[in-house]
Each structure stands twice: as C-alpha cells, then as structure tokens.
C-alpha cells in the first residue's frame, strides 16, 4: 500500500531516507514551535532552512531529495518562495540569457528571492495591479514606483525580512502607453548588510492565524519610490521592449505571464493530499485508541472508530486523500505534458491546463481545509491542543483556499471553459481531453439512471456515467439560462453560484475519473487493489449520497489502521501525541502539557500582583 501511495518503491525509499534525516536532527525538532514568540518562531525558521541547505551541500541532494527535506521540516519559510515560485517565474518568463545570469545565483542561494504580485488592493484582479515599470530611454532604465497606498506590494512570501531579490509584477509603461502587467527581477536588499535598497520601504505585514503556522513564514509589505533598474530587468521571454523603447510582444499567448501560478497550482493539489492523509493518519489511528461507552453489562469500552457516526465523517477523508493523491499524480504528469507542448509552439493545451490546475487547486484545497477542521473534531477535546498537530495543520494549510487564487475565482474560471465548450458542442465540434464527455451529450441529457441494482453502484463505469450526466447537465442548465440573459456577460453573473456549481461537478468528475483509471493500473501488493476499490466508492458515493456507503464503511473499517499506516509517516513530520505510530498517546498528552512554559513555575507569574490581592481582599470581606 506504501507503493501504491508513494507512487513507486523508489519514491518510498527516498522519502523514507529524507524523513528520518529531518526527524533524527535536533535542530529540526517542532514540538516546542506553538510555544515560541514572533520573533523567535522567525529566527528559528531562519536556524532550520541555513541548516536544511548545509546538510543539502554536505549530503550532495538531489533536488528531489532536497525538496522532500523542506517538505519534511514542515515548516513555512522564505525558501518555499525562492523554490516554488521565484526559480519557476524566471525559468517560465525569462529568456535563456537571462535565465543563466540569475538563476545561476538563485541555485547557489547567492540570492533569496521571492513572488511580489499581490498588493494591498488587489490579489484576485492581476489586470487591476497599480505598481508601474515605467521606460526612462534616456537612461535605458525602468522606474519602479507604488503610485497610491493601495499598490503596495503585500503578501509575498519572504518579503518581509529575507528576500534579497523579487520578480515584480508591474504595469509596463513605455512611449507613454500602458501595456498592463508583466515580470521584473528587482534587487531589495543589500547583498552586503541586508539593508533596502534606495526608495525601497519594505516590512512584515503582521502576525497571521494561528500560533507557530504560517507566522513563521515572513509575508512582507513594500512600496517603490521611483527605483530605477536596467532594462534588462524586465523578463523578456514574453515580451520585450528595445533600446529605443518601443513595446515588441512575442507570439505567445499572454497568458503565460500567469504560467507561474499554473505550475505552483498543481504542486498545491499534491500539498493538499498529503496535509489531508496527516489529518486523516491522526483521527484513524486515535479513533482505534480512544474508547468510549461499553455495552451495558460492564463489558469492554468501544474504540470510537467503531461508531457508525465517526465512520461516516472519517471514512470519506480517508478515500479523499487517496483520490487527491491519484488525481494529483495525473495533473502532474498532464503540467509536464502542456509544458513539453509549450516548448514547440502548442498552445493548444493550455485552457485545459488552465481549468485543470485552477479547478483542482480550488476543490481539494476546500475539502482538505474542511477536512482537516472536521479531523480536530472527530478527536474531541485532544483534538483542540496543540499537541495532536491538528490545529497547526489546520493554519497552515487554511490559506491554500486563497493564495495561489481565491477559489472561487478559480473555479469561476472553470466555468468559463465549461460555458464555451457547451457552446462548442452545440456548434458541432467534438470536445477533447477532460470534456471529451461533453461530446455525448445526447446520451447523457437523456439516459436514465444507468445504476439500478444496488451493485450497480460499484460499477465503476456505470459511476462514471453518473458523475458525466451531473456535470454536463448542470453545465448546460448553466448555459441555457445564460442565454436567457440580456448578455452574456450578465448571464455569467448572474449564474455564477450555479456556475461554481457545475465547475465542481466538473472537478469531481475527473477525480472520480482518475481514481477508476489507477484501480485500471497493476497495482503490487496482496488484496492493495481490493481496499482502493472501496475507498474509490466511498469517494465517489460520499458525493451523491448514497446508501451503499454503510457497507463500504464495515467493510473498509478493518484496515482503517493499515490504509493510514501506508502514508508512511515518522511521528516527527505527523507532530501529533494522537497519532503517534505506538499509539501510547495518553502517557504522550501528559508528557506534552509540561512543555508548555507556563509550567516552568508552580506558582504562575501575576499571582503576587493579581491574584493574591484579590484572593486576599475577598477572604477580608468574606469575614466581615
Ligand atoms: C508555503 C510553505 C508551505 C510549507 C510546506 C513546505 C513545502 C510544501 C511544498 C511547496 C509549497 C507549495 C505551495 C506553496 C506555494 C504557495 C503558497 C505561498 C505563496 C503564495 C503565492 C501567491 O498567492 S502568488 C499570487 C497568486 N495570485 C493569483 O492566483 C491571482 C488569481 N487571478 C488570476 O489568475 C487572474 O487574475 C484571473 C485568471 C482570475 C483573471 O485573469 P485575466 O487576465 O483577467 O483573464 P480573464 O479572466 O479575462 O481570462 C482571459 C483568458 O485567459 C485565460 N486564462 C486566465 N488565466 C490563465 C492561465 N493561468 N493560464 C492559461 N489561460 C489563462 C482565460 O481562461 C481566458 O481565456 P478565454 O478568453 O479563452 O476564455
Ligand atoms: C498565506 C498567504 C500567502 C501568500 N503569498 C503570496 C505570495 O507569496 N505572493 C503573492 O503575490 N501573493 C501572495 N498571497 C496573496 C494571494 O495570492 C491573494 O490573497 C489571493 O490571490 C486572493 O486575492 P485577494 O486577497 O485579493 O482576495 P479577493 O479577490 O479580494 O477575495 C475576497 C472575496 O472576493 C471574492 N471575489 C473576488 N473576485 C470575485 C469575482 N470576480 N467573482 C466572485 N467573487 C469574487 C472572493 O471569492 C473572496 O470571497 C498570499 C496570501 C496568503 C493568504
């Protein structure tokens, strides 16, 4: 099971390796995190990524490898910027010279870089950014400038306090024409103290949700007084422009100025998997634990995951992270697929890239958030500590709903590629790719339920059916309610929770799809096949309510313990005394609680100056 949730024996060796690195090395310890301060979370942040990149030099780590220790130290911070989004906005929008000056740097962490889009105005609306990269051609010069409060640059990861460099989101002005949003590289800080650069104001925004989470991760704010960079600044790859000022785009569609976002979106749905299977690895594991009530005559108390009730709040999260985990496998493989596309001038898998990364981002970020809190729930008051990781992991995985896009814009997005595939099937031209379904849109409008049998339902391909009919039929609800509208932009409007609608119908479709398609794969390990089957019809069926989920459910609850073991996981990267492999999580819980500094004294501080007053006057007036 460990293969089939790795993806290959070779991925299982090698985050094996990884994670025990992270877990055997005290500097990585996490288990005091939600006890530190701001500042001191921020400083250990900095203490755990300079020595990630000392092991990562000492042990020569692949990039896979080093990618999987900063996954593993579980910890936000500057690095994920440089990696994740920083590396990929100049290797995307950069040309090959300028992708041999910087990344050069970038690699050998001369330079921390970071992703400066979002201002304090505008996030979901890129067209509507205000920061200005105006041409100087008497100095062959930009002049980077935050023209109104509302253009700070805020948000981006690293900003704050660390990144030395940003590629910068502004709006190219040149021959006194505005040629809306396109990449810069700019230096913020000095390469020799740290200090900003001239005319640049640049700060942390502020504490965020939750303790330890994301406020380890330093979100900066910063405006632009007139800073002046060369021309050859600006990432060239998608557009230029010469010497003499004069704006020359290149023939690729301007949409892959966004091919950074794309790419990070993907990455997100495979975040999503893992955060949700953490979450689901503590609740089965402490539900086998945790006993409550016994039978009336005094027997033995039931393990909670017994419960008929928990089965049916749990079980779906644990077929979940499987089915993101499956579909996040195949929107890897299709980003590469488009990318390899790109290289020769193929546009032509681009929208459905698009709408794959937006509309899987967006569904298996919600359902995991969701998930994750519902996870903290299924473990009663342990859940709500600290120190059964469910609320960090909660903070830290809460956000995904929003940065990388607002979900539902995103799925608003979605929409959109429905709306004008419906219109393409009614003008006769077949759908391909993840709306290939669309093009049977006879049999689907029509077909009656194709499951009548109550074993119909574990058919995968009469569930498929179903999952096509749901889609397509709310897609094109959608569309001819639209054109009943004055226009078809009030339409959309005006639709636009329905709309949101039929793009998760959608979405779920092709995790439902993808799940059917791995099962269809030879999959090693004795009676593996067997348990992904079920937790394929508790995924499916868990979306359209059905009542052959009980079954599956006593049927999967045997080896719940064993699906959740497979995600591999060391008790370090789970930081949880619930869901603790050797499942000795009381003597855990108390064990945790003496950490806390407030038990460095058995008398609390404040008690002379708060409490003894007051216990003291109150005992004087009890006596009078
Ligand atoms: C982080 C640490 C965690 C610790 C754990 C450790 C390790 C974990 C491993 C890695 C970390 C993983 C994740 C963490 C990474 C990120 C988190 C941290 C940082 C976050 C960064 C950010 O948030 S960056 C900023 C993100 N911002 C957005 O996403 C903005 C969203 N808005 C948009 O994308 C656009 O504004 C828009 C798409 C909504 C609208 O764009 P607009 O230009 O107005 O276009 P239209 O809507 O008019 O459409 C025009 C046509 O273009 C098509 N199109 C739009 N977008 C794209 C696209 N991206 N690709 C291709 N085509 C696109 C659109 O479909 C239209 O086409 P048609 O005209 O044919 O309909
Ligand atoms: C932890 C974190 C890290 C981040 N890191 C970075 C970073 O490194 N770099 C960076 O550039 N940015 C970063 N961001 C910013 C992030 O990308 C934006 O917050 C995100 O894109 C959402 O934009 P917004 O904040 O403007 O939300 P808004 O768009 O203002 O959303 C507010 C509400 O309006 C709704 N809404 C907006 N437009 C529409 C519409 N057309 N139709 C219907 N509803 C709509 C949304 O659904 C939402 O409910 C980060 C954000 C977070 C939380």
Not at 35 to 61: G, I, N, Q
Not at 409 to 433: E, Y
Not at 548 to 569: H, I, M
Request: aromatic share 8%; net charge neutral.
């Amino acid at each position: 099971m460990k293969v089939a949730w790795a993806g290959s024996r070779h991925a299982v060796e090698v985050a094996d390796r990884m994670a025990c690195l992270v877990a055997s090395d005290p500097v990585f310890r996490k288990d005091t995190r939600t006890m530190l301060s701001r500042k001191e979370l921020f400083k250990d942040t900095l203490k755990k990524a300079a020595h990630a990149w000392k092991r990562t030099v000492e042990l020569h780590l692949t990039e896979e490898e080093a990618n999987l220790l900063r996954l593993y130290i579980d910890q936000p911070g500057y690095v994920d910027l440089h990696w994740v989004m920083f590396v990929p906005a100049i290797k995307g929008q950069g040309t090959e010279e300028q992708q041999k000056k910087w990344l050069t740097m970038a690699y050998k962490f001369q330079i921390i870089g970071t992703y400066a889009q979002t201002e304090l105005g505008h996030g979901s609306n890129v067209q509507g950014l205000e920061t200005t990269a105006t041409f100087d051609p008497s100095t062959d010069e930009f002049i980077m400038h935050s023209p109104t409060l509302t253009s700070s640059k805020w948000w981006p990861g690293g900003l704050g306090k660390t990144s030395t460099h940003a590629v910068v989101y502004a709006r190219l002005i040149t021959e006194g024409k505005d040629y809306g949003i396109h990449g810069f590289i700019m230096q913020l800080r000095s390469l020799d103290d740290h200090s900003p650069l001239p005319g640049i104001t640049i700060g942390d925004i502020g504490g965020k949700f939750g303790s330890g989470a994301y406020n380890s991760m330093d979100n900066g704010v910063m405006r632009l007084d007139h800073v002046r960079i060369p021309r050859d600044q600006m990432l060239m790859r998608l557009a230029q422009v010469t010497r003499e000022g004069k704006y020359v785009h290149s023939d690729v569609p301007k949409q892959l100025l966004y091919g950074t976002m794309v790419y990070v979106r993907q990455t997100i749905v495979a975040d999503a998997s893992r955060a949700l299977s953490r979450a689901v690895c503590i609740a089965v594991r402490y539900g086998a634990i945790r006993k409550q009530f016994g039978s009336k005559a005094g027997g033995p108390e039931t393990q909670v995951l017994n419960y008929k009730t928990q089965q049916s709040r749990l079980f779906p999260f644990l077929a979940s992270a499987y089915a993101f985990r499956f579909v996040g496998q195949w929107l890897k493989w299709l980003y590469t697929d488009v990318t390899q596309k790109l290289e020769s001038k193929d546009f032509s898998t681009l929208p459905e890239a698009h709408a794959c990364t937006a509309g899987l981002k967006s569904v298996t970020t919600s359902a995991t958030a969701d998930a994750i809190e519902e996870c903290q729930k299924l473990c009663g008051g342990h859940g709500y500590l600290n120190s059964s990781g469910l609320p960090e992991l909660f903070a830290v995985n809460l956000p995904a709903c929003t940065y990388e896009g607002d979900n539902v814009v995103l799925l608003l997005q979605v929409a959109r590629f429905l709306m004008k595939t419906v219109s393409q099937v009614a003008s006769g031209k077949q759908p391909v790719g993840t709306t290939a379904y669309m093009g049977n849109i006879q049999h689907l409008m029509q077909c009656k339920s194709v499951v009548n049998t109550v074993e119909d339902w574990l058919n995968p391909a009469a569930i498929k059916e179903v999952f096509e009919a749901r889609a397509l039929r709310m897609a094109v609800n959608c569309a001819q309610n639209i054109s009943k509208a004055p226009s078809q932009e009030e339409g959309f409007s005006e639709l636009s929770p329905d709309l949101v609608e039929a793009a998760v119908a959608h979405v779920q479709l092709i995790i439902v799809t993808k799940f059917i398609e791995k099962l269809q794969e030879d999959i090693l390990g004795h009676g593996v096949k067997e348990q992904l089957q079920k937790l394929c019809g508790i995924y499916a069926l868990h979306l359209i309510h059905n009542e052959r989920l009980g079954k599956l459910y006593a049927q999967v609850r045997p080896n719940a313990v064993a699906l959740v073991d497979a995600f591999d996981y060391t008790d370090h990267y789970l930081g949880s005394a619930l869901g603790r492999y050797d499942g000795d999580v009381y003597s855990a819980l108390y064990k945790e609680a003496w950490k806390d500094p407030l038990n460095e004294t058995v008398v609390p501080d404040g008690y002379q100056e708060h409490l003894r007053p007051l216990l003291k006057q109150q005992l004087k007036l009890s006596r009078l």
